[in-house]
């Protein structure tokens, strides 16, 4: 498995709650946070953890597949679905994990590190982030080759 450098792994902190939720409704007026805003906060923040490999359920993931071969650009919010309030927001996750990881803790440091995320940029506080891990990313297996680096046929 190749490392991720620069990227956060399964410690982190986040924002207390005290801190979020402040600021978006002032007497000089209101700060509206788009679901689409968040949810691509969130995808952001989960791809920079150490072990994710991609997002989404099998079909999710063709049709983006599919997006790509067309050009279309696939987004970073497939596999991300948000409920925003006007405090608060909660953040579901699927998601495709790397083959070997303990995927408890990989959850953990992936909820830990959207939350601080959304609630850091947002001000809003994070409710709950529900991961579903839908599938499991195995490593290529090497093609066999020929007895002592020959070619197998002339």
């Given at each position: 498995m190749q490392e991720k450098r620069d990227r956060p792994g399964f410690g982190g902190s986040h924002a207390s709650p005290s801190q979020t939720g402040k600021g978006l409704a002032t007497e000089r007026g209101r700060t509206v946070i788009a679901d689409e805003?968040?949810?691509?906060?969130?995808?952001?923040?989960?791809?920079?953890?150490?072990?994710?490999?991609?997002?989404?359920?099998?079909?999710?993931?063709?049709i983006g597949a599919l997006k790509g071969r067309l050009g279309a650009e696939d987004g970073v919010t497939r596999g991300i679905d948000v409920e925003v309030g006007e405090r608060q927001a909660a953040v579901d996750i699927h998601l495709v994990v790397e083959y070997g990881l303990a995927i408890p803790d990989l959850?953990?440091?992936?909820?830990?590190?959207?939350?601080?995320?959304?609630?850091?940029?947002?001000?809003?506080?994070?409710?709950?982030?529900?991961?579903?891990?839908?599938?499991?990313?195995?490593?290529?297996?090497?093609?066999?080759?020929?007895?002592?680096?020959?070619?197998?046929?002339?």
């Open positions: 805003v968040v949810a691509k906060i969130g995808g952001m923040a989960a791809r920079e953890i150490e072990g994710v490999h991609d997002f989404g359920t099998g079909t999710a993931r063709a959850a953990e440091a992936v909820r830990r590190h959207v939350i601080d995320a959304v609630e850091r940029m947002c001000g809003l506080e994070v409710t709950e982030v529900n991961i579903a891990v839908d599938d499991v990313h195995l490593p290529r297996q090497e093609e066999p080759s020929g007895t002592d680096g020959e070619p197998r046929v002339q």
